[in-house]
């Protein structure tokens, strides 16, 4: 039995034309916190530092390919914003939104991330308040202190650019 080569016929009009639409929409973002300050604050709250913050894991256990849920969120933002659905400006702040959700894990909760002694005597009064400079007292319960001042919070965006070709 012999097999002849047989020309394979392409609509090459359309895949240009859609391959074009999705070169001008070519776009690479990056969600974070941009702010030195508040990226300091951010990283040694993620990963601790020790003998001073014990490590509450935000960013790394809520934005990372391991976790199914942001993966699935990803792929619907950018199948969104490809289609036309949402614009640049909404996938970004969808996505900056979905960022700030890891200050709420229930993983921060958990009981081996909890308040130092030290920490609980101060909270209690029975030991002074060091001097941080701090001029407002936070007006979360004890648990969410530390987890986030709603500055850090604020301070998480994203940018977008071009994608280079």
């Known amino acids: 039995m012999r097999v002849r080569n047989m020309p394979v016929k392409m609509e090459r009009k359309k895949f240009n034309k859609k391959l074009k639409e999705l070169q001008k929409k070519a776009k690479t ?3 974070g916190i941009f702010n030195p300050e508040s990226a300091r604050k951010g990283m040694l709250l993620d990963r601790g530092e020790r003998g ?8 790394s256990h809520n934005m990372t390919v ?8 990803m792929v619907e933002v950018i199948d969104d914003f490809y289609n ?4 640049e400006k909404e996938a970004g702040k969808l996505m900056a939104d979905f960022c700030k959700s890891g200050l709420d894990l229930a993983e921060l909760k958990d ?7 030290y ?14 400079g701090r001029r407002k007292a936070s007006i979360e ?4 202190i530390g987890v986030d001042s709603g500055k850090m919070r604020k ?3 994203y940018k977008s650019r071009k994608t280079k070709k």
């Not at 391991?66 to 969120?73: E, L, P, R, V």
């Not at 036309?84 to 614009?87: H, L, N, T, V």
């Open 29 to 31: 973002f990056e969600v």
């Open 52 to 59: 001073q913050q014990i490590a509450r894991p935000w960013f």
């Open 66 to 73: 391991y976790n199914d849920d942001f993966k699935d969120f």
């Open 84 to 87: 036309g659905k949402i614009s």
């Open 111 to 117: 009981p081996k991330f909890e308040l130092t002694e």
């Open 119 to 132: 920490t609980k005597l101060i909270k209690a009064g029975l030991l002074k308040r060091p001097n941080t």
């Open 141 to 144: 319960e004890a648990e969410k």
């Open 155 to 157: 301070s998480i965006t």
